[in-house]
């Protein structure tokens, strides 16, 4: 996925989305109801139906994504034309209410489409923008490879701290126990500890480096060296688990919010039809 679902065949859903959303404004500002303009005008009807339509066929993209190789049409191109069908629902689902809104089922199914259309502005942000950035991040390794030279580092740390005494000795062995990448799901997205052992452990080894002199100071400054490394890792990593955790939560948000604005819909529409 990249910027060519923005760009796809020169903009060519865009063009249809603004196209069917003038029409949709002309139409509107051309009719001229008995009664003032509502989602019950043949217009309105219209524009109900068409953006029900519009709605299911953007939820079976869901679908379709899944099945590779089905079908003659790239899902380059369904995903352009998702996104910009999609937006134009703000044009088609608004004038299909003829700005008349209140306390009921019928404007809690225009709310959550908004809500839907707005996770899915930033899930195409996301996704344009957060896997250059997690390639920047990992420079050319994986996760587990980070994890791996964490894990070497640590065994170089102990090795260093060996003769420096069981202080600084205990304060290595708590950053390597207790050190972790991820976590809860506030941590994943916050992409910090901020009781990080092993950040605790270098500003500690820095202050008794400083305050030494002589070979101790050498090793110590050997073991700053060392930890500041390590710290750097486990930044990177803590990164590249937050924009994956980004990701993912958008996901877990924006397909049910889908569902549930389908819900809603489909309790407008029956609402409609047998009680008004």
């Known amino acids: 996925m990249n910027e060519s679902i923005v760009v796809f065949g020169r903009f060519r859903f865009l063009k249809w989305a603004l196209v069917l959303s003038v029409l949709a404004i002309i139409a509107y500002v051309w009719h001229h109801p008995l009664v003032a303009p509502n989602g019950g005008t043949w217009l309105g009807y219209t524009l109900g139906i068409l953006s029900f339509?519009?709605?299911?066929?953007?939820?079976?993209?869901?679908?379709?994504?899944?099945?590779?190789?089905?079908?003659?049409?790239?899902?380059?191109?369904?995903?352009?034309?998702?996104?910009?069908?999609?937006?134009?629902?703000?044009?088609?689902?608004?004038?299909?209410?003829?700005?008349?809104?209140?306390?009921?089922?019928?404007?809690?199914?225009?709310?959550?489409?908004?809500?839907?259309?707005?996770?899915?502005?930033?899930?195409?942000?996301?996704?344009?923008?957060?896997?250059?950035?997690?390639?920047?991040?990992?420079?050319?390794?994986?996760?587990?490879?980070?994890?791996?030279?964490?894990?070497?580092?640590?065994?170089?740390?102990?090795?260093?701290?060996?003769?420096?005494?069981?202080?600084?000795?205990?304060?290595?062995?708590?950053?390597?126990q207790h050190t972790s990448v991820g976590g809860g799901l506030i941590r994943q997205l916050s992409g910090q500890d901020p009781n990080c052992p092993t950040e605790a452990t270098l500003r500690r080894v820095e202050t008794l480096a400083n305050a030494s002199q002589g070979e101790r100071a050498a090793e110590?400054?050997?073991?700053?060296?060392?930890?500041?490394?390590?710290?750097?890792?486990?930044?990177?990593?803590r990164r590249d688990v937050q924009l994956t955790a980004l990701m993912k939560v958008w996901v877990f948000v924006h397909v049910p919010l889908s569902f549930a604005l389908l819900a809603a819909l489909i309790t407008h529409i029956v609402s409609v039809f047998f009680y008004w």
């Open 220 to 237: 110590l400054r050997q073991l700053v060296m060392l930890l500041t490394r390590k710290v750097s890792l486990l930044q990177r990593a």
């Open 53 to 176: 339509a519009i709605i299911l066929w953007l939820m079976y993209f869901g679908i379709r994504k899944r099945t590779y190789g089905a079908g003659h049409v790239r899902l380059e191109a369904w995903l352009s034309a998702h996104v910009y069908l999609g937006l134009s629902l703000i044009v088609l689902a608004t004038l299909h209410t003829g700005f008349k809104f209140g306390w009921n089922v019928h404007t809690l199914a225009y709310v959550l489409m908004w809500i839907v259309i707005l996770s899915g502005i930033f899930g195409l942000y996301a996704y344009l923008r957060y896997p250059r950035l997690m390639t920047m991040n990992r420079r050319g390794v994986t996760l587990d490879n980070m994890l791996a030279q964490i894990a070497e580092v640590d065994r170089e740390c102990r090795q260093v701290g060996m003769p420096l005494g069981d202080e600084i000795n205990r304060s290595l062995l708590d950053a390597s």
